[in-house]
């Protein structure tokens, strides 16, 4: 028996440990599965287009913000550095954007059973 079957034995391998990682989401999947089952077609699309609310919502502010400074900066009459400050500005937002995406959808993601 070779060293790596043996440190496998006490430490398993990577696929178990990928499967103990992510048991736990698997069963809340299912859990939260067995009732959309019940569900029709069109209450899976309500239930469908409040979550795409809540999300676009979440994030309404913030993206109207980032339009109205995009269209400041393609302004012909803005100032070459006044554009660069902006564009630095809008990376900014946009990265804050897409960390207020992650919160919203890790609020709607299952949480794993512990």
Known sequence: ??????????LGN???????????????????????????????RERSAAL?????DFVAEDKARLD????RAEDPEVDV?????L???IDTLDEQIDEKYEVVLDEILPKPLR
């Open 14 to 44: 990577k696929a178990d440990r990928d499967m103990r990682e992510v048991t736990p989401y698997l069963e809340k999947i299912k859990k939260e599965y067995t009732p959309l089952l019940e569900l029709s077609n069109d209450q899976l």
């Open 87 to 89: 564009y630095k500005e």
């Open 81 to 85: 550095s006044e554009k660069e400050d």
């Open 68 to 71: 109205e400074m995009k269209l």
């Open 52 to 56: 795409k609310q809540k999300v676009s």
């Open 1 to 10: 028996m070779g060293v790596n079957k043996i440190i496998g034995k006490f």
